[in-house]
């Protein structure tokens, strides 16, 4: 079965113009995404993999190589789960 992935519901979010403003109360820690990063947090709603999160990919994400685009959003997913802003369920 494909993990999951979900946001930390601890985390609370503003928008900051373009990009995305996050607060991690435990770690008293703010983050900005940009749009890119914000896509992928707003899409860890518990319900997808990282599969059904590219299929949904805006065609704005999709001017570059469809390979590099999943390379990259793999990583940035990684990195949200390191950070403790997502998590795999």
Same mark, same amino acid.
């Given at each position: @079965?494909?993990?999951?992935y979900?946001?930390?519901?601890?985390?609370?979010?503003?928008?900051?113009?373009?990009?995305? @403003?996050?607060?991690?109360?435990?770690?008293?820690?703010?983050?900005?995404? $940009?749009?890119? @990063?914000?896509?992928?947090?707003? $899409?860890?709603?518990?319900?997808? $993999?990282?599969?059904?999160?590219?299929?949904?990919?805006p065609?704005?994400?999709?001017?570059?190589?469809p390979?590099?685009?999943?390379?990259? @959003?793999?990583?940035?997913?990684?990195?949200?789960?390191?950070?403790?802003?997502?998590?795999?369920?």
């Open positions: @079965m494909p993990e999951l979900r946001r930390n519901p601890k985390v609370e979010e503003s928008p900051l113009q373009s990009d995305l @403003m996050l607060f991690d109360p435990v770690k008293s820690q703010f983050f900005v995404l $940009n749009p890119t @990063m914000a896509y992928l947090w707003r $899409n860890c709603d518990g319900e997808k $993999n990282l599969d059904a999160v590219l299929q949904s990919v065609d704005e994400f999709c001017e570059a190589d390979q590099r685009v999943a390379a990259e @959003m793999k990583a940035a997913l990684g990195e949200l789960v390191s950070l403790g802003l997502v998590a795999r369920s």
